[in-house]
């Protein structure tokens, strides 16, 4: 009979990768990030496009992306007032 052992968790050593978030990373270490602004910019241009005219479906997943764009923008500006912050201080 075999004896039941349990899992052991993740070491926290282990579960780093997770963590590495090379666009934001890259993103930040630029003083403005208006390439990125830009993009985001045209892509919602066009998302709005599809909530005034696409199908039900469409306008509901345009709505959604437009949503996660506006929260990814909130992060960016608080992470960017974070990071001239810990600029400020050091």
């Known amino acids: 009979m075999k004896a039941d052992r349990k899992?052991?968790?993740p070491s926290a050593k282990d579960d780093v990768g997770w963590r590495s978030f090379p666009e934001f990373e890259q993103l930040l270490t630029?003083?403005?990030?208006?390439?990125?602004?830009?993009?985001?910019?045209?892509?919602?241009?066009?998302l709005h496009e599809v909530v005034q005219s696409g199908s039900e479906?469409?306008?509901?997943?345009?709505?959604a992306a437009m949503t996660a764009y506006g929260r990814s923008l909130?992060?960016?500006?608080?992470?960017?007032e974070e990071r001239d912050k810990a600029a400020q201080q050091g």
């Open 7 to 9: 899992e052991q968790p």
């Open 30 to 46: 630029t003083e403005e990030p208006a390439s990125l602004l830009a993009k985001v910019e045209k892509t919602c241009r066009q």
């Open 57 to 63: 479906g469409d306008q509901a997943r345009a709505k």
């Open 74 to 80: 909130d992060l960016l500006r608080i992470l960017t």
